[in-house]
């Protein structure tokens, strides 16, 4: 099974930028979908972006369209989201996960979470 880390989470005013990686360890990255996801304190965790297992298909969450691209990079294992024009409303802990089949909404393996916060 895969395991995931997230790194790149950081404190940023409103409006600028910031690139959250996660890593994957095993064999198996591209066997799967990948997606993130982000959670704020008494809320439930929200699906953020999605990427096919060779990337050629994405989706977003409606209020992170044109501002947010997720990318992978399979040679490395590892899945991006680029965050740009931050807003307040974008901060929480976002987490990465491994999706048998794109779309399906069945996740196999999470992260631990990256801390996200802007300011306004």
């Known amino acids: 099974q895969v395991q995931l880390v997230e790194s790149g989470g950081g404190f940023v005013e409103a409006g600028g930028s910031l690139r959250l990686s996660c890593a994957a360890s095993?064999?198996?990255?591209?066997?799967?979908?990948m997606g993130w996801f982000r959670q704020v304190p008494g809320k439930e965790r929200e699906f953020v972006a999605g990427?096919?297992?060779?990337?050629?298909?994405?989706n977003y969450e409606e209020s992170v369209k044109g501002r947010f691209s997720i990318s992978r990079d399979n040679a490395k294992n590892t899945v991006y989201l680029q965050m740009n024009s931050l807003k307040p409303e974008d901060t929480g802990v976002y987490y990465c996960?491994?999706?048998?089949?794109?779309?399906?909404?069945?996740?196999?393996?999470w992260g631990q979470g990256t801390q996200v916060s802007v300011s306004s």
């Open positions: 095993g064999r198996t990255f591209t066997s799967y979908a």
């Open positions: 990427i096919s297992r060779g990337g050629g298909s994405r």
């Open positions: 996960a491994a999706e048998r089949i794109y779309g399906s909404g069945l996740y196999d393996a």
